[in-house]
């Protein structure tokens, strides 16, 4: 054989899996709770081009990883199902893996520089979606888990494992969005209670800002900057997360002051014998050690004291700021 026959193979082989239906369709893995932005993405996404080498190259690429880490997963569960078909009120999807009684697995494979952004609102809703195609089909409080593999480390997913449910309110939403899709003629209207400073459209997302795709063209009589550069929802949720990590914060910084008052009582027998260079005090689990030892530092009171203020001057630079604080509404 050749490079070229074994190229061709590979290509086509790439090609095959990654290959769709003629015919656009409704999908599970794109019900992410808006009807409009599956109706825009199904109707309107950009024509895909098998004329670009490198295009090629990268689509097919990173789908050939996302499929090589869904079944390496599923041989870890063998007593579950790879690319379980799941169908809510007539949109068909496949569960990356589902292990019965209830559980579905939905694998996302990502870069180490991306996993900052995880979990995603699209992701999020998507697995959503197949849990309520479950719920439906009479699998009883089903559960899901998000799992981000980075291609270039993939062990750190296992600091990326994300549980996801569904409640009684999520159901219903997705059961409403549904309708609102397939019955529409042409552009799905706009969800009633939909607001350019709330979810779906905009906000936060574990803790990561999230804008639709599409949000300029659901909202275009919105100025952004006008209006506001920060969602109104964006400053409440950011609010009442602070909020209610203030008392985990009080016991933090107790705590704080408890070490700094033990790690003062070890410097100080340190400086009451200078014959010992380090101390160890050891506990069941943990130890401290003290270790002495010299460094050097400059000294910028003791030059304006010798050399005077206008000696240092051409050394200072002004640097302007600007303070941003969170504080709560009287």
């Known amino acids: 054989m050749t490079v070229e026959e074994i190229k061709v193979r590979l290509e086509n082989g790439l090609r095959l899996m990654g290959q769709k239906d003629e015919q656009p369709r409704l999908r599970l893995s794109q019900l992410t709770q808006c009807p409009r932005k599956q109706w825009f993405d199904l109707m309107e996404g950009a024509p895909e081009s098998d004329t670009d080498d490198a295009d090629f190259l990268i689509r097919y690429g ?18 579950g ?12 999807g496949h569960i990356d893996l589902f292990v019965p009684p209830k559980t579905a697995l939905e694998v996302k494979v990502t870069t180490t520089a991306w996993l900052k952004e995880t979990p995603f609102y699209e992701h999020l809703w998507q697995l959503k979606a197949y849990l ?23 062990a750190l997913m296992l600091r990326h494992i994300y549980p996801v449910t569904l409640t009684d309110e999520d159901y219903e939403t997705l059961k409403r969005q549904v309708f609102l899709l397939v019955d529409a003629e042409g552009e799905p209207p706009m969800p009633d209670g939909y607001s350019p400073d709330k979810l779906p459209c905009r906000g936060l997302v574990f803790y990561s800002y999230y804008k639709c795709p599409y949000f300029e063209r659901c909202w275009k009589q919105v100025n952004v900057e006008e209006t506001s550069i920060v969602p109104r929802n964006v400053v409440d949720d950011l609010g009442r997360a602070f909020t209610a ?78 303070r941003v604080q969170l504080l709560p509404k009287p």
Do not use: C
């Open 245 to 322: 990590y203030e008392q985990e914060m009080q016991k933090y910084e107790q705590l704080m002051a408890l070490r700094e008052q033990i790690f003062e009582k070890v410097r100080q027998a340190l400086k009451d014998r200078p014959h010992i260079r380090t101390l160890e005090i050891e506990g069941e689990h943990f130890k401290i050690v003290a270790t002495r030892y010299t460094y050097r530092r400059l000294d910028v009171q003791a030059m304006r004291s010798d050399l005077g203020d206008d000696f240092l001057k051409p050394y200072e630079k002004e640097t302007p700021a600007v």
């Open 62 to 79: 990173h789908f050939l990883k996302g499929v090589l880490f869904e079944r390496w997963l599923s041989s870890l569960f063998p007593e």
């Open 81 to 92: 199902e790879w690319q379980k078909e799941v169908e809510f009120y007539g949109i068909k």
């Open 132 to 154: 309520a195609a479950l719920k439906s089909n009479g699998v009883a409080d089903p559960q899901g888990f998000l799992i981000y593999i980075p291609a270039d480390n993939p």
